[in-house]
């Protein structure tokens, strides 16, 4: 089935952005051109997959030492030259065979061990397999600084021998002239220079005709002639001759050393996709490191959960700017999936909806998202968007014009799999004209069951959205005092556009105000003055309640540090008691000892005396006995639950419970409102109450 993600869409959505982002942290060329044309997969799987892969990568990333650098030069000269009998690879070439060989032997042997945590990955690169026979025949021509060894040939060694022995025969001579001339006074300032790969002298043009040899040029001044002595002419020669032996020599060593590793051009090939592969998901991973990004769950249905997500690009600006950037949380699915955003502009309502088609399209990319690892994104066929003012002078169309016909592909293309991203829904023509035809257009992409994130300002759309079972209105809440944003997205009923409101507090005349609102309909003015003064209470419930769970948290943490200093300062107290009571104890039992050992020292050993200390030591035994007994009984009770709980534990329903199904309406425990069973996966249920969706827990809801 055919995908449906245009050029427009892209751009409306900042994917674009994010795209060339990735590109710039590729080391390849081929795949940062593969960055550059990154859409979302055709297929489900494909993108699962490369999530997989990017996930654990970036688990290697974060926990495991060790991992090879995934930086390499590519191999396409290489593999183009090993395709063609008779041409041999250069130096440079055999380097590049060796370090993406030990790459790859290095990437086997890191997941070789741990193939049970990272299976993407380890299926990845046994696409290759470990080998050295590409490294072993590269090694024995080449030494540890990569260049040619004198033995890798006999003819080598041989000519590489004769050109040490010029060489020194040459300087040798060299020596002899420099000498002489620098006594006589003949050499510049710089005594010699190299022409030509010649070693000659720096000769003060007034002498060169006193100096025999080979004059091969000039100072660019004149004053300077650089000569070749005469006696290395000949051995100059030679060693040209030589220099050229030791080149074709070593040709034929790379061409036969081409031929060996030809048998492995499968093999490479592999090399070079495997790295490039490595280094696109690499590319990912980076940037995800940038913005926190991790894998969410890709669900089955089709749905978007949203939990503290973030625009990827606003969060990254942010943290640059050194600025907080506020999550958003959301939830669509079939029971539930057009949602109308309304309120004032500069509210964030763009951002919301932008920061929901972005993270989905990246999502079908295989890119990790910034968002908590519990959010869940389905799977769309077509991914589509209206946003911002799209003039086409090419075509000569007007905003107007342009969105109309963006609209009519919507409606020919949409249908349960697409979701439609649309921004300031309906504007552009007259409003009460305008209006009417947005509210057509929406009613029809909700009968094609697409998803959807409108923003709009107008008033039927979200009536509509208040009657249509499967839409919700939302807007973003602001401070009921200032009216300046809270970039928090609220779900459940529209947003007044605080038209009158914000004009008011930016200084506008009041008598401008009221004239303006007798040019409205009565019931224009009261349903938005409704709306603005229904957003301000919850926008002070919200601050209530945050303000309540800080407070509730404030107190909690104040009793619990209560009750571990009550409970330190009774243990105190206690040790302090059982002190004094054995420091007590030990001095009367000492008494009683003196007084037994003075009567011994006066009467002398008698059987009445002897039976005393006996029932003495007996007695004290005894209390020793009974006070660790009654310190066991005191710990048993405190872990002995009351009467009182005991007997609530025992209580029994008077009749089993009613199996809770998809379908079945449904109470919470503790309140009186109807609900719609949608969904149970494990232990939780997804709930409908009216236009509001919540998950409880299986055991806090009875059927009714």
């Known amino acids: 089935m055919k995908s449906l993600f245009d050029q427009q869409t892209a751009q409306d959505l900042e994917f674009e952005t994010v795209r060339s982002m990735l590109a710039e942290v590729c080391y390849q060329d081929s795949a940062r051109s593969r960055m550059q044309c990154l859409m979302p997969c055709l297929r489900k799987d494909d993108a699962v997959r490369a ?174 002639t650089y000569i070749e002595p005469r006696e290395n002419m000949a051995l100059n020669n030679e060693l040209e001759m030589l220099l050229d032996d030791e080149r074709n020599e070593i040709r034929r060593i790379f061409l036969a050393l081409t031929n060996e590793i030809r048998t492995h051009l499968p093999l490479i090939e592999i090399y070079q996709s495997t790295l490039t592969e ?13 913005m926190d990004a991790l894998k969410p769950i890709i669900a089955d249905d089709i749905l978007i959960e949203l939990i503290d997500a973030y625009h990827p690009l606003l969060l990254l600006a942010n943290k640059e700017a050194g600025m907080k950037t506020l999550p958003q949380s959301l939830y669509l699915d079939k029971f539930c999936r057009m949602m109308v955003i309304s309120g004032p502009n500069a509210g964030g309502k763009s951002i919301t909806l932008k920061t929901v088609g972005l993270l989905q399209i990246m999502v079908q990319c295989g890119l990790l998202v910034p968002c908590d690892p519990s959010s869940k994104f389905g799977w769309f066929q077509n991914i589509l968007s209206d946003i911002g003012d799209n003039q086409s002078i090419a075509n000569q169309l007007s905003t107007y014009s342009y969105r109309l016909k963006r609209m009519k592909y919507f409606l020919d293309v949409s249908n349960k799999r697409t979701l439609l991203l649309l921004d300031e829904f309906g504007t552009g023509s007259d409003p009460e004209l305008g209006g009417a035809l947005a509210e057509v257009f929406f009613e029809t992409l909700y009968n094609c069951k697409s998803f959807g994130v409108i923003t709009t300002h107008y008033a039927n759309i979200k ?15 602001f401070n009921s005092e200032s009216l300046e944003p809270l970039f928090q997205l609220s779900v459940g009923q529209p947003g007044s556009s605080f038209t009158f409101e914000v004009a008011q507090i930016n200084g506008i005349d009041q008598a401008l105000i009221e004239d303006a609102k007798t040019r409205l309909s009565a019931n224009k003015v009261e349903l938005d003055g409704l709306i603005a003064v229904l957003q301000k209470e919850k926008s002070e419930v919200e601050e209530r309640n945050l303000a309540a769970i800080e407070s509730k948290k404030e107190a909690d943490s104040a009793k619990e540090e209560y009750e571990a200093l009550s409970d330190h300062f009774e243990q105190r107290l206690q040790r302090q008691q059982d002190v004094i009571e054995k420091n007590n104890k030990d ?63 025992q209580q029994q329903p008077k009749s089993p419970p009613k199996p809770i199904l998809v379908g079945s309406t449904v109470r919470m425990l503790n309140g009186n409102q109807d609900g719609q069973v949608s969904e149970i996966k494990g232990k939780e249920a997804t709930v409908l109450f009216g236009n509001f969706k919540t998950k409880v827990k299986l055991i806090d809801i009875e059927v009714v």
């Open 51 to 224: 999530l997989d892969q990017a996930h654990e990568l970036l688990h290697v990333r974060e926990v495991e030492s060790g991992f090879p650098r995934l930086e390499f030069e590519e191999l396409h000269m290489e593999i183009q030259r090993l395709g063609i009998l008779g041409t041999p690879l250069d130096l440079e070439g055999f380097v590049r065979l060796i370090d993406a060989s030990r790459l790859v032997n290095d990437l086997i042997e890191f997941f070789k061990t741990r193939d049970h945590l990272y299976p993407e990955l380890n299926a990845l690169v046994n696409q290759a397999y470990f080998t050295k026979e590409i490294i072993a025949p590269i090694e024995k021509v080449l030494d540890a600084r990569l260049q040619v060894k004198d033995d890798a040939s006999p003819e080598l060694a041989k000519i590489r021998q004769d050109l040490k022995s010029r060489r020194r025969e040459i300087n040798r001579n060299f020596e002899k002239v420099l000498k002489r001339l620098t006594k006589d006074g003949f050499l510049a300032e710089t005594v010699e220079a190299y022409i030509n790969d010649r070693r000659v002298l720096s000769v003060l043009s007034n002498y060169k005709r006193q100096i025999p040899g080979n004059a091969l040029g000039t100072s660019k001044t004149g004053a300077f």
């Open 278 to 290: 490595f280094d696109f998901i690499n590319a990912k991973v980076r940037v995800a490191l940038k």
């Open 463 to 477: 009536m509509k959205a208040a009657r249509l079972r499967n839409a919700v209105n939302a807007s973003m809440l």
């Open 587 to 649: 001095l009367t039992n000492g008494k009683r000892m003196t007084q037994f050992i003075n009567s011994y020292r006066l009467k002398g050993s008698n059987k009445k005396m002897l039976e005393e200390v006996k029932k003495f030591i007996a007695v004290e035994k005894s209390k020793l006995v009974t006070k660790k007994e009654q310190a066991k009984t005191k710990q048993i009770a405190k872990n002995v639950p009351s009467r009182s709980t005991v007997k609530k534990k």
